[in-house]
């Protein structure tokens, strides 16, 4: 029996991704408390630039990590593209983004580790745990199949799209450092994580064939 070379790109790539999940979980868990070194500077570090303004910012700036922001916008783009003839593409963002959430969501309630506790906390949280963020999983899936979907549709205007993107995801993933709901390596593994769950499953549903359906 020959295995695809999809299927085998795509396992390594989650494989690739659980990796990540777990070895931030087994270094958070073999660090003291469970907070890591570099996590209590950063924190401490974001803090120390509080002002008001920055404030309203980045309380406006983290929704673009929200699923009540990016699965509607999604679902939208999904529509579109389908009607359009792309239909992979379309159920290739949907997927992509929902799984990115189910994947990040089921690890924190499997690794259960608190949220910070060293200033304020500036924004309400749905969980009371923090590792991976959910927030930095969701943005990166979003931002990633977004780039997936430019290059065979458009691949004359990604060059614009990818700083665009790397941009809006490092906003997200500082707010919710700034906002003190999130330590680094959660923010950084929800990141990684959500880049290889998306680049496995574009190895499924983005195969090399015509990208609109016939």
């Known amino acids: 029996m020959i295995v695809p070379r999809s299927a085998i790109q795509a396992a390594l790539w989650w494989s690739a991704a659980l990796g990540t999940l777990a070895g931030g979980a087994a270094w958070i868990r073999a660090a003291e408390s469970g907070r890591l070194p570099f996590d209590h500077e950063a ?4 803090n120390a630039w509080r002002s008001p303004w920055l404030d309203g910012v980045f309380l406006s700036l983290t929704w673009l990590g929200s699923l009540w922001i990016l699965l509607p916008l999604v679902l939208a783009a999904g529509t579109l593209l389908w009607h359009r003839g792309y239909r ?6 949907v997927v ?3 799984g990115a959430t189910l994947l990040a969501r089921l690890v ?3 690794t259960l580790r608190p ?5 304020a906390v500036l924004t309400p949280v749905g969980s009371e745990f923090s590792f991976p963020s959910a927030h930095a999983a ?3 899936a979003l931002a990633a199949a977004l780039w997936l979907v430019a290059v065979r549709l458009t691949p004359q205007r990604r060059q614009w799209l990818i700083p665009l993107l790397l941009v809006m995801v490092a906003l997200v993933d500082f707010s919710r450092l700034y906002l003190q709901v999130h330590y680094p390596s959660d923010v950084l593994t929800g990141t990684i ?22």
């Open 115 to 119: 949220r910070p506790d060293l200033f």
């Open 43 to 46: 924190l401490i570090l974001a």
């Open 108 to 110: 924190k309630d499997l």
């Open 138 to 140: 969701q943005v990166t």
């Open 193 to 214: 994580a959500a880049a290889c769950w998306v680049l496995g499953l574009s190895s499924l549903l983005l195969r090399d064939e015509p990208a609109a359906d016939t």
């Open 96 to 98: 992509a983004l929902v």
């Open 88 to 93: 992979r593409e379309a159920r290739f963002i």
